[in-house]
């Protein structure tokens, strides 16, 4: 079975108050990730939806 490089190209701007960013900050340092790679495994974690 063929697999799809899961080499990561996109982008997503997003836009975080001061306290979310903080909060994302120092939940990534406890982790000793980055805040990229804890909005990843967020990601995931999402359930599929069919399109519609």
């Not at 490089?5 to 990534?28: G, H, P």
């Amino acid at each position: 079975m063929y697999k799809k490089s899961m080499t990561r190209e996109k982008i997503l701007l997003v836009r975080l108050t001061e306290d979310e960013k903080a909060k994302l900050a120092n939940f990534a340092k406890s982790k000793k990730v980055s805040m990229s790679e804890i909005i990843q495994d967020y990601c995931k974690q999402l359930p599929e939806v069919a399109e519609r």
